[in-house]
Protein backbone atom coordinates (compact mmCIF):
# COMPACT_ATOMS: atom_id res chain seq x y z
CA UNK A 1 0.00 0.00 0.00
CA UNK A 2 1.48 3.27 1.31
CA UNK A 3 -0.58 5.43 -1.25
CA UNK A 4 -3.27 7.88 -0.21
CA UNK A 5 -6.84 7.57 -1.96
CA UNK A 6 -5.43 11.21 -2.94
CA UNK A 7 -2.37 9.43 -4.82
CA UNK A 8 -4.06 7.01 -6.53
CA UNK A 9 -6.64 9.34 -8.02
CA UNK A 10 -3.76 11.93 -9.42
CA UNK A 11 -1.84 8.88 -10.70
CA UNK A 12 -5.03 7.97 -12.77
CA UNK A 13 -6.06 11.54 -13.95
CA UNK A 14 -2.81 12.08 -14.71
CA UNK A 15 -2.40 8.98 -17.02
CA UNK A 16 -5.26 10.26 -18.82
CA UNK A 17 -4.67 13.72 -19.36
CA UNK A 18 -0.94 12.65 -20.86
CA UNK A 19 -2.63 9.83 -23.04
CA UNK A 20 -5.74 12.11 -24.01
CA UNK A 21 -3.09 15.07 -24.70
CA UNK A 22 -1.12 12.66 -26.80
CA UNK A 23 -3.81 11.92 -28.63
CA UNK A 24 -4.63 15.36 -29.53
CA UNK A 25 -1.40 15.73 -31.16
CA UNK A 26 -1.48 12.38 -32.52
CA UNK A 27 -4.93 11.65 -33.98
CA UNK A 28 -5.29 12.38 -38.14
CA UNK A 29 -8.61 12.97 -37.70
CA UNK A 30 -9.49 16.87 -36.28
CA UNK A 31 -12.35 15.93 -34.89
CA UNK A 32 -11.03 13.14 -32.95
CA UNK A 33 -8.47 15.69 -31.84
CA UNK A 34 -10.93 18.22 -30.32
CA UNK A 35 -13.14 15.40 -28.83
CA UNK A 36 -9.41 13.71 -27.07
CA UNK A 37 -8.86 17.72 -26.29
CA UNK A 38 -12.46 18.01 -24.43
CA UNK A 39 -11.21 15.15 -22.56
CA UNK A 40 -7.75 16.81 -21.10
CA UNK A 41 -10.03 19.65 -20.54
CA UNK A 42 -11.89 17.29 -17.72
CA UNK A 43 -8.71 15.52 -16.51
CA UNK A 44 -7.46 19.54 -15.60
CA UNK A 45 -10.64 20.10 -13.95
CA UNK A 46 -10.07 17.02 -12.07
CA UNK A 47 -7.11 18.28 -11.01
CA UNK A 48 -8.09 21.46 -9.58
CA UNK A 49 -10.69 19.67 -8.00
CA UNK A 50 -8.17 17.71 -6.04
CA UNK A 51 -7.02 20.93 -5.32
CA UNK A 52 -9.98 22.16 -3.73
CA UNK A 53 -10.37 24.57 -6.35
CA UNK A 54 -14.15 23.53 -6.90
CA UNK A 55 -14.98 27.28 -8.43
CA UNK A 56 -12.11 26.93 -11.19
CA UNK A 57 -12.21 23.72 -11.77
CA UNK A 58 -16.57 23.91 -12.75
CA UNK A 59 -16.08 27.07 -15.08
CA UNK A 60 -12.77 25.74 -16.34
CA UNK A 61 -15.40 23.19 -17.67
CA UNK A 62 -17.81 25.33 -18.65
CA UNK A 63 -16.10 28.21 -20.72
CA UNK A 64 -13.48 25.69 -22.18
CA UNK A 65 -15.41 22.43 -22.50
CA UNK A 66 -18.71 23.74 -22.76
CA UNK A 67 -18.25 26.89 -24.65
CA UNK A 68 -15.38 27.01 -26.54
CA UNK A 69 -14.72 23.51 -27.50
CA UNK A 70 -18.36 23.53 -28.97
CA UNK A 71 -17.22 25.85 -31.46
CA UNK A 72 -13.88 24.28 -32.29
CA UNK A 73 -16.28 21.08 -33.03
CA UNK A 74 -18.94 23.20 -34.59
CA UNK A 75 -16.19 24.91 -36.89
CA UNK A 76 -14.68 21.34 -37.48
CA UNK A 77 -17.61 19.93 -38.57
CA UNK A 78 -18.43 22.29 -41.07
CA UNK A 79 -15.72 22.53 -42.67
CA UNK A 80 -15.62 18.85 -43.68
CA UNK A 81 -11.99 17.53 -43.71
CA UNK A 82 -10.88 14.22 -45.55
CA UNK A 83 -7.32 12.98 -45.86
CA UNK A 84 -7.95 12.57 -49.46
CA UNK A 85 -9.34 15.87 -50.16
CA UNK A 86 -6.58 17.17 -48.01
CA UNK A 87 -3.79 19.46 -50.21
CA UNK A 88 -0.74 16.89 -48.91
CA UNK A 89 1.98 19.03 -47.40
CA UNK A 90 5.47 19.33 -48.54
CA UNK A 91 8.29 17.59 -47.02
CA UNK A 92 10.55 20.54 -45.94
CA UNK A 93 6.99 21.82 -44.28
CA UNK A 94 7.59 18.56 -41.77
CA UNK A 95 11.20 19.44 -41.43
CA UNK A 96 10.74 22.64 -40.66
CA UNK A 97 7.86 22.10 -37.94
CA UNK A 98 9.92 19.52 -36.42
CA UNK A 99 13.11 21.36 -36.26
CA UNK A 100 10.92 24.41 -33.90
CA UNK A 101 8.82 22.29 -32.28
CA UNK A 102 12.23 20.82 -30.98
CA UNK A 103 14.11 24.62 -30.00
CA UNK A 104 10.46 25.16 -28.43
CA UNK A 105 11.03 21.99 -26.23
CA UNK A 106 15.44 23.16 -25.69
CA UNK A 107 14.00 26.59 -24.64
CA UNK A 108 11.08 25.69 -22.05
CA UNK A 109 13.31 22.86 -20.85
CA UNK A 110 16.14 25.19 -19.60
CA UNK A 111 14.02 27.68 -18.35
CA UNK A 112 12.31 24.65 -16.36
CA UNK A 113 15.62 23.90 -15.23
CA UNK A 114 16.67 27.68 -14.37
CA UNK A 115 13.15 28.56 -12.56
CA UNK A 116 13.09 28.25 -8.57
CA UNK A 117 10.41 26.40 -8.45
CA UNK A 118 9.77 25.63 -4.11
CA UNK A 119 7.85 22.36 -3.57
CA UNK A 120 4.31 22.94 -3.56
CA UNK A 121 3.24 22.63 0.62
CA UNK A 122 1.04 19.57 0.93
CA UNK A 123 -1.32 21.68 3.41
CA UNK A 124 -5.09 21.95 2.49
CA UNK A 125 -6.11 25.55 0.73
CA UNK A 126 -9.43 26.89 0.51
CA UNK A 127 -8.14 29.42 -1.99
CA UNK A 128 -10.17 28.19 -5.16
CA UNK A 129 -12.92 27.80 -3.05
CA UNK A 130 -15.80 30.31 -4.40
CA UNK A 131 -15.92 32.91 -1.57
CA UNK A 132 -12.26 33.26 -1.03
CA UNK A 133 -11.47 33.64 -4.60
CA UNK A 134 -14.33 36.35 -5.12
CA UNK A 135 -13.02 38.21 -2.09
CA UNK A 136 -9.40 38.28 -3.73
CA UNK A 137 -10.72 39.11 -6.97
CA UNK A 138 -13.25 42.28 -6.05
CA UNK A 139 -11.27 43.75 -3.00
CA UNK A 140 -6.91 43.04 -4.05
CA UNK A 141 -7.21 42.56 -7.71
CA UNK A 142 -9.99 44.90 -8.82
CA UNK A 143 -7.96 46.74 -11.20
CA UNK A 144 -6.47 44.16 -13.22
CA UNK A 145 -9.91 42.64 -13.66
CA UNK A 146 -11.63 45.39 -14.71
CA UNK A 147 -9.18 45.96 -16.72
CA UNK A 148 -9.50 42.43 -18.74
CA UNK A 149 -13.28 43.04 -18.90
CA UNK A 150 -12.77 45.98 -21.19
CA UNK A 151 -10.24 43.69 -23.00
CA UNK A 152 -12.98 41.37 -23.65
CA UNK A 153 -15.44 44.20 -24.61
CA UNK A 154 -13.35 45.37 -27.29
CA UNK A 155 -12.78 42.01 -28.62
CA UNK A 156 -16.35 41.82 -28.88
CA UNK A 157 -16.87 44.98 -30.67
CA UNK A 158 -14.13 43.79 -33.23
CA UNK A 159 -16.40 40.57 -33.68
CA UNK A 160 -19.44 42.72 -34.72
CA UNK A 161 -17.49 45.31 -36.47
CA UNK A 162 -15.99 42.10 -38.39
CA UNK A 163 -19.16 40.72 -38.72
CA UNK A 164 -21.25 43.91 -40.05
CA UNK A 165 -18.59 44.32 -43.00
CA UNK A 166 -20.37 43.03 -45.88
CA UNK B 1 -15.36 0.62 9.38
CA UNK B 2 -12.74 2.54 7.72
CA UNK B 3 -10.31 1.26 5.35
CA UNK B 4 -8.18 3.35 2.99
CA UNK B 5 -9.24 6.33 5.68
CA UNK B 6 -12.95 6.20 4.20
CA UNK B 7 -16.19 5.60 6.04
CA UNK B 8 -17.59 3.16 4.37
CA UNK B 9 -20.88 3.72 5.29
CA UNK B 10 -20.65 6.57 3.63
CA UNK B 11 -20.11 4.88 0.51
CA UNK B 12 -23.15 2.62 1.07
CA UNK B 13 -25.18 5.51 1.73
CA UNK B 14 -24.69 7.31 -1.09
CA UNK B 15 -24.41 4.21 -4.01
CA UNK B 16 -28.14 3.60 -2.43
CA UNK B 17 -29.10 7.14 -2.73
CA UNK B 18 -27.54 7.35 -5.97
CA UNK B 19 -28.97 4.39 -6.98
CA UNK B 20 -32.93 5.20 -6.09
CA UNK B 21 -32.29 8.87 -7.61
CA UNK B 22 -31.05 7.34 -10.91
CA UNK B 23 -34.28 4.59 -10.79
CA UNK B 24 -36.78 7.33 -10.11
CA UNK B 25 -35.57 9.42 -12.76
CA UNK B 26 -36.04 6.45 -15.42
CA UNK B 27 -39.28 5.20 -14.19
CA UNK B 28 -40.19 9.20 -14.23
CA UNK B 29 -38.76 9.74 -17.93
CA UNK B 30 -40.45 6.02 -18.76
CA UNK B 31 -43.81 7.44 -17.79
CA UNK B 32 -43.73 10.87 -19.19
CA UNK B 33 -43.38 9.06 -22.37
CA UNK B 34 -47.26 7.79 -21.49
CA UNK B 35 -47.99 11.19 -19.61
CA UNK B 36 -47.29 12.68 -23.05
CA UNK B 37 -49.67 11.00 -25.20
CA UNK B 38 -52.20 10.93 -22.61
CA UNK B 39 -51.73 14.59 -22.72
CA UNK B 40 -52.10 15.04 -26.28
CA UNK B 41 -54.87 12.86 -26.50
CA UNK B 42 -56.90 15.17 -23.64
CA UNK B 43 -55.78 18.07 -25.30
CA UNK B 44 -56.89 17.09 -28.69
CA UNK B 45 -59.85 15.15 -27.58
CA UNK B 46 -58.97 11.46 -28.51
CA UNK B 47 -58.35 8.63 -25.64
CA UNK B 48 -54.60 7.92 -26.41
CA UNK B 49 -52.74 4.97 -25.70
CA UNK B 50 -55.50 2.75 -23.83
CA UNK B 51 -54.96 -1.30 -24.96
CA UNK B 52 -51.60 -1.96 -23.38
CA UNK B 53 -53.14 -2.68 -19.61
CA UNK B 54 -55.43 -0.48 -17.67
CA UNK B 55 -55.06 2.73 -19.08
CA UNK B 56 -52.45 1.66 -21.19
CA UNK B 57 -50.22 1.83 -18.46
CA UNK B 58 -47.96 -0.55 -19.50
CA UNK B 59 -47.25 1.18 -22.93
CA UNK B 60 -44.26 2.35 -21.70
CA UNK B 61 -43.04 -0.78 -21.40
CA UNK B 62 -44.19 -2.23 -24.69
CA UNK B 63 -42.30 0.49 -26.19
CA UNK B 64 -39.25 0.05 -24.67
CA UNK B 65 -39.44 -3.72 -25.53
CA UNK B 66 -39.95 -2.94 -29.14
CA UNK B 67 -36.93 -0.10 -29.21
CA UNK B 68 -34.83 -3.42 -27.50
CA UNK B 69 -35.49 -6.10 -30.04
CA UNK B 70 -35.71 -4.33 -33.24
CA UNK B 71 -32.85 -4.24 -35.58
CA UNK B 72 -29.71 -2.28 -34.66
CA UNK B 73 -28.17 -0.32 -37.91
CA UNK B 74 -25.01 1.37 -38.03
CA UNK B 75 -24.31 3.12 -41.15
CA UNK B 76 -21.38 2.28 -43.24
CA UNK B 77 -19.86 5.25 -43.74
CA UNK B 78 -20.22 6.33 -40.44
CA UNK B 79 -17.64 6.49 -37.28
CA UNK B 80 -18.79 3.67 -35.55
CA UNK B 81 -17.10 4.78 -32.01
CA UNK B 82 -18.67 8.33 -32.26
CA UNK B 83 -21.96 7.22 -33.73
CA UNK B 84 -22.25 5.01 -30.58
CA UNK B 85 -20.69 7.72 -28.21
CA UNK B 86 -23.08 10.28 -29.26
CA UNK B 87 -26.57 8.53 -27.00
CA UNK B 88 -24.61 7.54 -24.39
CA UNK B 89 -22.86 11.15 -23.84
CA UNK B 90 -26.76 12.11 -24.35
CA UNK B 91 -27.67 9.76 -21.69
CA UNK B 92 -24.82 9.75 -18.82
CA UNK B 93 -25.23 14.10 -19.19
CA UNK B 94 -28.92 13.99 -18.78
CA UNK B 95 -28.77 11.60 -15.38
CA UNK B 96 -25.84 13.56 -14.14
CA UNK B 97 -27.64 16.79 -12.75
CA UNK B 98 -29.46 15.03 -10.27
CA UNK B 99 -26.65 14.77 -7.97
CA UNK B 100 -26.81 18.34 -6.73
CA UNK B 101 -30.54 18.29 -6.84
CA UNK B 102 -31.58 18.37 -2.71
CA UNK B 103 -34.66 16.08 -2.99
CA UNK B 104 -35.35 16.11 0.81
CA UNK B 105 -33.99 17.64 3.93
CA UNK B 106 -32.44 14.46 5.56
CA UNK B 107 -34.03 11.71 7.40
CA UNK B 108 -32.44 10.24 10.85
CA UNK B 109 -32.01 6.22 10.13
CA UNK B 110 -30.87 4.43 13.21
CA UNK B 111 -29.64 7.95 14.89
CA UNK B 112 -27.60 8.46 12.04
CA UNK B 113 -28.58 12.03 9.83
CA UNK B 114 -29.01 10.74 5.78
CA UNK B 115 -29.68 13.61 3.84
CA UNK B 116 -31.64 13.09 0.59
CA UNK B 117 -28.73 14.76 -0.80
CA UNK B 118 -26.19 13.12 -3.16
CA UNK B 119 -23.76 15.98 -2.67
CA UNK B 120 -24.38 19.13 -1.17
CA UNK B 121 -20.95 21.25 -3.17
CA UNK B 122 -20.74 25.11 -2.63
CA UNK B 123 -20.65 25.56 -6.98
CA UNK B 124 -24.29 23.44 -6.90
CA UNK B 125 -25.88 25.60 -9.73
CA UNK B 126 -22.79 26.27 -11.40
CA UNK B 127 -22.32 22.36 -11.79
CA UNK B 128 -25.80 22.47 -13.06
CA UNK B 129 -24.78 24.53 -15.82
CA UNK B 130 -21.48 22.75 -16.45
CA UNK B 131 -23.30 19.53 -17.08
CA UNK B 132 -26.06 21.27 -19.28
CA UNK B 133 -23.48 22.59 -21.41
CA UNK B 134 -22.00 19.47 -22.25
CA UNK B 135 -25.33 17.82 -23.38
CA UNK B 136 -24.68 19.44 -26.65
CA UNK B 137 -22.07 16.98 -27.16
CA UNK B 138 -24.23 14.01 -27.49
CA UNK B 139 -26.33 15.96 -29.93
CA UNK B 140 -23.51 16.97 -31.80
CA UNK B 141 -21.65 13.90 -31.67
CA UNK B 142 -24.29 11.59 -32.86
CA UNK B 143 -25.50 13.74 -35.89
CA UNK B 144 -21.91 14.14 -36.99
CA UNK B 145 -21.25 10.67 -36.68
CA UNK B 146 -23.56 9.95 -38.75
CA UNK B 147 -22.76 10.70 -42.15
CA UNK B 148 -26.04 12.84 -42.61
CA UNK B 149 -26.47 15.84 -44.13
CA UNK B 150 -29.31 16.21 -42.34
CA UNK B 151 -27.93 15.15 -39.11
CA UNK B 152 -25.63 17.52 -39.18
CA UNK B 153 -27.98 20.06 -39.85
CA UNK B 154 -29.84 19.03 -37.19
CA UNK B 155 -26.61 18.54 -34.99
CA UNK B 156 -25.74 22.34 -35.99
CA UNK B 157 -28.63 23.85 -35.39
CA UNK B 158 -28.98 22.01 -31.76
CA UNK B 159 -25.08 23.81 -31.09
CA UNK B 160 -25.76 26.95 -32.18
CA UNK B 161 -29.65 26.75 -30.40
CA UNK B 162 -27.88 25.57 -27.22
CA UNK B 163 -25.27 28.08 -26.62
CA UNK B 164 -27.71 30.84 -27.54
CA UNK B 165 -30.22 30.16 -24.73
CA UNK B 166 -27.51 29.58 -22.29
CA UNK B 167 -26.60 33.18 -21.94
CA UNK B 168 -29.92 34.30 -20.68
CA UNK B 169 -30.38 31.19 -18.84
CA UNK B 170 -26.78 31.91 -16.80
CA UNK B 171 -27.95 35.86 -16.59
CA UNK B 172 -31.18 35.00 -14.96
CA UNK B 173 -29.18 32.51 -12.66
CA UNK B 174 -26.91 35.51 -11.42
CA UNK B 175 -29.65 37.67 -10.61
CA UNK B 176 -31.27 34.82 -8.57
CA UNK B 177 -27.26 34.11 -6.50
CA UNK B 178 -27.35 38.04 -6.02
CA UNK B 179 -30.60 37.30 -3.91
CA UNK B 180 -29.73 34.28 -2.24
CA UNK B 181 -25.72 34.93 -2.13
CA UNK B 182 -25.62 31.19 -2.11
CA UNK B 183 -24.40 28.56 -4.71
CA UNK B 184 -25.46 25.50 -2.71
CA UNK B 185 -28.79 24.45 -4.21
CA UNK B 186 -29.76 23.12 -0.51
CA UNK B 187 -28.92 26.68 1.12
CA UNK B 188 -31.25 27.99 -1.61
CA UNK B 189 -34.02 25.76 -0.25
CA UNK B 190 -33.33 26.70 3.36
CA UNK B 191 -33.60 29.96 2.22
CA UNK B 192 -37.18 29.61 0.51
CA UNK B 193 -38.44 27.63 4.00
CA UNK B 194 -37.76 30.07 6.13
CA UNK B 195 -39.45 33.16 3.46
CA UNK B 196 -41.59 33.44 0.49
CA UNK B 197 -40.47 31.37 -2.75
CA UNK B 198 -38.04 32.80 -4.80
CA UNK B 199 -40.47 33.42 -7.88
CA UNK B 200 -42.23 36.00 -5.92
CA UNK B 201 -38.70 37.91 -6.13
CA UNK B 202 -37.59 36.91 -9.33
CA UNK B 203 -40.77 36.56 -11.57
CA UNK B 204 -38.98 37.74 -14.30
CA UNK B 205 -35.84 35.52 -14.01
CA UNK B 206 -38.30 32.93 -13.63
CA UNK B 207 -39.94 33.16 -16.96
CA UNK B 208 -36.31 33.87 -18.61
CA UNK B 209 -34.94 30.43 -17.14
CA UNK B 210 -38.32 28.66 -17.61
CA UNK B 211 -38.51 28.88 -21.36
CA UNK B 212 -34.16 28.78 -21.96
CA UNK B 213 -35.09 25.26 -19.92
CA UNK B 214 -37.48 24.59 -23.32
CA UNK B 215 -34.74 25.32 -25.35
CA UNK B 216 -31.91 23.64 -23.74
CA UNK B 217 -34.17 20.10 -23.63
CA UNK B 218 -34.85 20.68 -26.88
CA UNK B 219 -38.87 20.82 -26.20
CA UNK B 220 -41.59 22.49 -28.53
CA UNK B 221 -41.83 25.71 -29.40
CA UNK B 222 -37.55 25.06 -30.02
CA UNK B 223 -37.61 21.12 -31.31
CA UNK B 224 -36.11 22.80 -34.21
CA UNK B 225 -33.37 20.37 -34.19
CA UNK B 226 -35.60 17.52 -34.47
CA UNK B 227 -37.96 19.16 -36.59
CA UNK B 228 -39.34 16.30 -38.85
CA UNK B 229 -40.68 18.58 -41.94
CA UNK B 230 -37.76 20.11 -42.99
CA UNK B 231 -35.10 17.25 -41.56
CA UNK B 232 -36.54 13.81 -42.10
CA UNK B 233 -36.30 13.33 -38.00
CA UNK B 234 -33.50 15.72 -37.35
CA UNK B 235 -30.26 14.40 -35.05
CA UNK B 236 -31.12 11.15 -34.81
CA UNK B 237 -32.55 9.84 -38.69
CA UNK B 238 -29.94 7.41 -39.06
CA UNK B 239 -30.44 5.60 -35.61
CA UNK B 240 -32.24 2.55 -34.57
CA UNK B 241 -33.26 0.48 -31.41
CA UNK B 242 -31.87 1.77 -28.28
CA UNK B 243 -29.46 4.07 -29.39
CA UNK B 244 -32.51 5.70 -30.86
CA UNK B 245 -34.08 5.04 -27.66
CA UNK B 246 -31.31 6.21 -25.79
CA UNK B 247 -31.70 10.16 -27.34
CA UNK B 248 -35.55 9.88 -27.43
CA UNK B 249 -35.37 9.18 -23.50
CA UNK B 250 -32.71 11.85 -22.56
CA UNK B 251 -35.03 14.64 -23.75
CA UNK B 252 -37.39 13.22 -21.10
CA UNK B 253 -35.39 12.54 -18.66
CA UNK B 254 -33.84 16.45 -19.05
CA UNK B 255 -37.47 17.28 -18.80
CA UNK B 256 -37.95 15.81 -15.51
CA UNK B 257 -34.26 17.26 -14.26
CA UNK B 258 -35.29 21.00 -15.68
CA UNK B 259 -38.69 20.49 -13.86
CA UNK B 260 -36.99 19.70 -10.53
CA UNK B 261 -34.28 22.59 -10.63
CA UNK B 262 -37.11 25.09 -11.37
CA UNK B 263 -39.19 23.93 -8.85
CA UNK B 264 -35.96 23.43 -6.46
CA UNK B 265 -35.03 26.87 -7.28
CA UNK B 266 -38.02 29.37 -7.29
CA UNK B 267 -40.74 27.51 -6.03
CA UNK B 268 -39.47 26.56 -2.88
CA UNK B 269 -38.01 22.59 -3.68
CA UNK B 270 -38.95 20.68 -0.93
CA UNK B 271 -40.34 23.29 1.16
CA UNK B 272 -44.11 23.58 1.58
CA UNK B 273 -46.37 25.86 3.59
CA UNK B 274 -46.86 25.39 7.32
CA UNK B 275 -43.97 22.60 6.99
CA UNK B 276 -42.37 23.85 10.42
CA UNK B 277 -45.92 24.18 12.22
CA UNK B 278 -47.36 20.92 11.99
CA UNK B 279 -46.20 19.54 15.03
CA UNK B 280 -44.90 15.90 13.28
CA UNK B 281 -42.07 13.97 13.46
CA UNK B 282 -39.07 15.15 11.51
CA UNK B 283 -38.53 12.30 9.49
CA UNK B 284 -42.38 12.52 8.29
CA UNK B 285 -41.91 15.70 7.36
CA UNK B 286 -39.01 15.37 5.42
CA UNK B 287 -41.26 12.71 3.50
CA UNK B 288 -43.67 15.18 2.81
CA UNK B 289 -41.07 18.12 1.65
CA UNK B 290 -40.03 15.22 -0.84
CA UNK B 291 -43.56 14.16 -2.11
CA UNK B 292 -44.40 18.21 -2.11
CA UNK B 293 -41.11 18.44 -4.55
CA UNK B 294 -42.38 15.27 -6.47
CA UNK B 295 -45.71 17.18 -7.13
CA UNK B 296 -44.10 20.34 -7.93
CA UNK B 297 -42.01 18.71 -10.51
CA UNK B 298 -44.74 16.72 -11.93
CA UNK B 299 -46.75 19.93 -12.48
CA UNK B 300 -43.91 21.31 -14.28
CA UNK B 301 -43.92 18.46 -16.38
CA UNK B 302 -47.43 18.30 -17.10
CA UNK B 303 -46.51 22.44 -18.44
CA UNK B 304 -43.75 21.37 -20.32
CA UNK B 305 -46.13 18.83 -22.53
CA UNK B 306 -49.36 21.76 -22.49
CA UNK B 307 -47.03 23.85 -24.00
CA UNK B 308 -45.73 21.52 -26.92
CA UNK B 309 -49.53 20.88 -27.56
CA UNK B 310 -50.57 24.26 -27.98
CA UNK B 311 -47.83 26.73 -29.02
CA UNK B 312 -46.48 25.75 -33.23
CA UNK B 313 -42.89 25.23 -33.49
CA UNK B 314 -40.91 28.43 -34.23
CA UNK B 315 -38.81 29.34 -37.44
CA UNK B 316 -34.78 29.13 -37.26
CA UNK B 317 -34.38 32.77 -37.53
CA UNK B 318 -37.71 33.72 -35.07
CA UNK B 319 -35.49 31.36 -32.66
CA UNK B 320 -31.98 33.05 -32.75
CA UNK B 321 -33.91 36.85 -32.34
CA UNK B 322 -35.58 35.59 -29.98
CA UNK B 323 -32.56 34.72 -27.91
CA UNK B 324 -30.05 36.96 -28.70
CA UNK B 325 -32.76 40.51 -29.46
CA UNK B 326 -35.27 39.66 -26.62
CA UNK B 327 -34.42 37.10 -23.42
CA UNK B 328 -30.41 38.40 -23.07
CA UNK B 329 -31.66 41.92 -22.96
CA UNK B 330 -34.38 41.19 -20.50
CA UNK B 331 -32.36 39.07 -18.62
CA UNK B 332 -29.63 41.76 -18.26
CA UNK B 333 -32.33 43.98 -17.74
CA UNK B 334 -33.44 41.88 -15.14
CA UNK B 335 -30.43 41.63 -13.37
CA UNK B 336 -29.79 45.24 -13.35
CA UNK B 337 -33.29 46.06 -11.27
CA UNK B 338 -32.48 43.20 -9.07
CA UNK B 339 -28.70 44.36 -8.27
CA UNK B 340 -30.29 48.12 -7.56
CA UNK B 341 -33.08 47.07 -5.85
CA UNK B 342 -30.50 44.91 -3.12
CA UNK B 343 -28.32 47.71 -3.23
CA UNK B 344 -31.64 50.48 -2.06
CA UNK B 345 -32.46 47.60 0.41
CA UNK B 346 -28.65 47.53 2.17
CA UNK B 347 -28.79 51.29 2.14
Known sequence: ?166 | MTLLSIDWFFIIEKVLLISVVLVLSLVVAMYSTWGERKVAAWIQDRLGPNRAGPMGLLQPLADGGKLFFKEEIIPTNSSRFLFILGPSIAMMVACMTSAVIPWGDTLVIAGRPVSLQIADVNIGILFIFGVVSMGVYGIMIGGWASNNKFSLLASVRAASQIISYELPMGLALIALLMLTGSLSLKDIVEQQRHSLWNVCYQPLGFFIFLVCAFAECNRAPFDLPEAENELNGGYHLEYSSMKLGFFLFAEYINMFISSALIATMYFGGYAFPYMDSLGLDPNVVTILGFVALFIKTLCFIFFFMWVRWTVPRFRYDQLMRLGWKVMIPLALANMLITGALILARQH
Open chain 1, 1 to 166: MGMSIQQIIFMVLSVISLVSALGVVLSKNPVTSVLCLIVTFFTIAGHYIMMNAQFLAVVHIIVYAGAIMVLFLYVMMLMNLNAELEPQKRNWLKYAGAISGGALMVVLVAALRDASMPALSSQPTDIGLIKNLGQLLFKQYVVPFEVSSILFLSAMVGAVVIGKKD
